[in-house]
C-alpha cells in the first residue's frame, strides 16, 4: 500500500461519512463461536482486495500509540498481533480504534475483555493461530465465510468442540505456522506461507485424541461458554468476585492439604490465592491454572463468583476428588525409525517418487506431527524435493501441451486444412486449448507458417 492506486482503491471503497473503512459484520457475534480480532482485521482488508498487512500499515497503524518500522510491522504482523485477540490494554485500544474506523459497534467482544474481563492478561492466548480443518471444508462447500474464531486460539481448547478434532498449528504442506496477520491477498482458509488449502475432509487422519482429554475438552468448552454468557450479558467480568467468594474455604481447617490431595497443586498456589488478588504486581493465576482447579473440584468459574459453593465445601470437607485430574497429553507414540528412516532415505536418494509429508505419514501409519517431530530436518528437505517435483511435473505438462497443438497444427496444415482454435479443440484433449500456453503456442506457429489468425 502507499500507492496512489491502492489509495485510490480504499477512497473509493470508504463507507459512509460517518466512518473511515467499511464495517462488516463479523461472523458468529455474540456466540461462543465468535470471529477473533485479528480475523476481522485480516477479513477487512480483504474487502478492500489489498493485504491486510498493507491495510494496518496505511490506516490503522498511524491511529494507535506504538511506533513500527517496517522491520518492526512485520514480526508484529507475524506473531505479535496475537495480542490484539487478548484482553490487555493492546487489544482495549485496537478494538476501540477499529469500532470508531468502521463504525461497526462493540468489537471488543472480538477479543477475551468481552469474554474474561480483567483477569491478567498474560497466559490464555497460543503464541500463533490454529484452526479445524474439517471447519474451513464445510464452510466453504456451504458458501460460509471463513474465518479464525476466538475459541480456537485459547491456549487452553486443544480440540475443535463440533468435530473431536486436534486443531491444527502448522500447514500441512509446508509445515509452517500462519502469520497473525497476512500479507497475502488470496482467499482466507489458505496457508500465509505457500499458499495451499488448509481445510481437510473429516474422514482425514488426524492426531487421536484420547477419551479422558475430550471429556476435559467438554467440560472446558462448557464452562467458557458459561463466562462467556456472563460477560456478554452483563458487564466484563470482575474477578475479585472469583477469589472473594474461594477464601472462606480455603480459610477452613485443613484446606490446604486436602485441596493439595483433590486437585494435585500444590498448596503453596492457594496460599498465594490469599493474597491480594488483581492488585497491581501481585500474582494472578492463569485461566488454565483456574479451570483446572475448577475441573477437579467439580464446579466453574461462574459458580464460584457466584458463591454457590455447597458441592466445593462437601468435597473439601469429604477429601474425596469428584474426577481425575486434568489429563495432560500423552507422549508422542513410539514409531519404527527405521522404517521410517528408510523410506525417507528412500525419497531423498530418488528411489521412491516425493511425497507430500501427508502422504508420507499416510503409508507409513503415523500422524504428520509425529514424523515433523522425530526428523524435522529430513522432513523439511522432502517437502522442498516434493514442491521442486511438482514444479517440474507441472512444466513437463505444459510442455507436453504445447508440443501437442504443435503437431496437431503440422498435421491439418500439411493436409491443407486451416488449424483454427476451433479444429485444434475438436482434435485436442477436453479444456488443452483454454490453457494460455496453447493459445500462445497456436499464435507462434501461426506465425512460423506465414498464416493470418482468423
Given at each position: 500500500m502507499g500507492r496512489q492506486?491502492?489509495?485510490?482503491?480504499?477512497?473509493?471503497?470508504?463507507?459512509?461519512?460517518?466512518?473511515?473503512?467499511?464495517?462488516?459484520?463479523?461472523?458468529?457475534?455474540?456466540?461462543?463461536?465468535?470471529?477473533?480480532?485479528?480475523?476481522?482485521?485480516?477479513?477487512?482488508?480483504?474487502?478492500?482486495?489489498?493485504?491486510?498487512?498493507?491495510?494496518?500499515?496505511?490506516?490503522?497503524?498511524?491511529?494507535?500509540?506504538?511506533?513500527?518500522?517496517?522491520?518492526?510491522?512485520?514480526?508484529?504482523?507475524?506473531?505479535?498481533?496475537?495480542?490484539?485477540?487478548?484482553?490487555?490494554?493492546?487489544?482495549?485500544?485496537?478494538?476501540?480504534?477499529?469500532?470508531?474506523l468502521t463504525g461497526q459497534a462493540d468489537l471488543h467482544l472480538l477479543t477475551l475483555y468481552g469474554w474474561i474481563g480483567n483477569l491478567s492478561s498474560r497466559g490464555h492466548l497460543?503464541?500463533?493461530?490454529?484452526?479445524?480443518?474439517?471447519?474451513?471444508?464445510?464452510?466453504?462447500?456451504?458458501?460460509?465465510?471463513?474465518?479464525?474464531?476466538?475459541?480456537?486460539?485459547?491456549?487452553?481448547?486443544?480440540?475443535?468442540?463440533?468435530?473431536?478434532?486436534?486443531?491444527?498449528?502448522?500447514?500441512?504442506?509446508?509445515?509452517?505456522?500462519?502469520?497473525?496477520i497476512t500479507v497475502n491477498r488470496l482467499q482466507p482458509g489458505?496457508?500465509?506461507?505457500c499458499g495451499a488449502w488448509l481445510g481437510a475432509e473429516a474422514e482425514t487422519r488426524s492426531e487421536?485424541?484420547?477419551?479422558?482429554?475430550?471429556?476435559?475438552?467438554?467440560?472446558?468448552?462448557?464452562?467458557?461458554?458459561?463466562?462467556?454468557?456472563?460477560?456478554?450479558?452483563?458487564?466484563?467480568?470482575?474477578?475479585?468476585?472469583?477469589?472473594?467468594?474461594?477464601?472462606?474455604?480455603?480459610?477452613?481447617?485443613?484446606?490446604?492439604?486436602?485441596?493439595?490431595?483433590?486437585?494435585?497443586?500444590?498448596?503453596?498456589?492457594?496460599?498465594?490465592?490469599?493474597?491480594?488478588?488483581?492488585?497491581?504486581?501481585?500474582?494472578?493465576?492463569?485461566?488454565e491454572t483456574i479451570l483446572e482447579f475448577c475441573y477437579a473440584c467439580g464446579v466453574t468459574p461462574l459458580q464460584i463468583m457466584g458463591n454457590q459453593l455447597a458441592s466445593l465445601r462437601d468435597l473439601i470437607q469429604r477429601g474425596i476428588a469428584l474426577r481425575p485430574a486434568r489429563p495432560r497429553r500423552p507422549a508422542s507414540a513410539r514409531i519404527d525409525r527405521q522404517k521410517c528412516l528408510e523410506l525417507i532415505q528412500a525419497i531423498l536418494d530418488g528411489r521412491e517418487e516425493p511425497l507430500s509429508i501427508r502422504q508420507l505419514a499416510k503409508r507409513l501409519g503415523y500422524g504428520e506431527h509425529a514424523l515433523t517431530d522425530h526428523f524435522p530436518q529430513e522432513c523439511a528437505f522432502i517437502t522442498k524435493m516434493t514442491q521442486e517435483y511438482r514444479k517440474q511435473r507441472q512444466k513437463q505438462r505444459l510442455e507436453q501441451a504445447c508440443d501437442q497443438v504443435r503437431q496437431a497444427m503440422m498435421t491439418l496444415h500439411a493436409q491443407g486444412i486451416y488449424p483454427s482454435h476451433r479444429k485444434l479443440r475438436a482434435l485436442l484433449p477436453i479444456g488443452l486449448m483454454r490453457m494460455p500456453e496453447a493459445t500462445i503456442t497456436w499464435h507462434e506457429v501461426l506465425r512460423e507458417l506465414g498464416l493470418d489468425m482468423r
Open positions: 492506486d491502492n489509495c485510490s482503491v480504499l477512497s473509493a471503497l470508504d463507507g459512509p461519512p460517518r466512518s473511515r473503512l467499511y464495517g462488516p459484520v463479523p461472523c458468529e457475534m455474540g456466540t461462543i463461536w465468535t470471529e477473533s480480532l485479528t480475523s476481522y482485521v485480516n477479513h477487512l482488508g480483504w474487502v478492500y482486495r489489498v493485504s491486510p498487512r498493507e491495510l494496518v500499515a496505511q490506516e490503522l497503524v498511524p491511529h494507535v500509540a506504538a511506533s513500527y518500522s517496517s522491520p518492526q510491522l512485520t514480526a508484529f504482523c507475524r506473531q505479535t498481533a496475537m495480542s490484539l485477540n487478548g484482553n490487555g490494554g493492546l487489544a482495549r485500544e485496537w478494538s476501540t480504534l477499529l469500532e470508531r497460543r503464541a500463533m493461530p490454529t484452526w479445524c480443518p474439517v471447519c474451513y471444508a464445510k464452510w466453504r462447500e456451504q458458501g460460509f465465510r471463513i474465518y479464525q474464531s476466538l475459541l480456537w486460539q485459547y491456549q487452553v481448547v486443544t480440540i475443535c468442540p463440533q468435530h473431536q478434532r486436534r486443531l491444527e498449528t502448522r500447514c500441512p504442506q509446508c509445515h509452517r505456522p500462519q502469520s497473525v489458505v496457508c500465509t506461507q487421536r485424541v484420547s477419551e479422558d482429554e475430550t471429556v476435559w475438552q467438554h467440560w472446558v468448552i462448557q464452562a467458557l461458554e458459561e463466562l462467556f454468557r456472563a460477560s456478554f450479558e452483563a458487564s466484563p467480568l470482575q474477578w475479585e468476585q472469583f477469589f472473594t467468594g474461594l477464601a472462606p474455604y480455603l480459610q477452613e481447617q485443613g484446606a490446604y492439604s486436602r485441596l493439595e490431595r483433590l486437585t494435585g497443586m500444590g498448596r503453596t498456589l492457594f496460599y498465594r490465592w490469599q493474597s491480594t488478588p488483581l492488585a497491581p504486581y501481585s500474582y494472578t493465576p492463569s485461566l
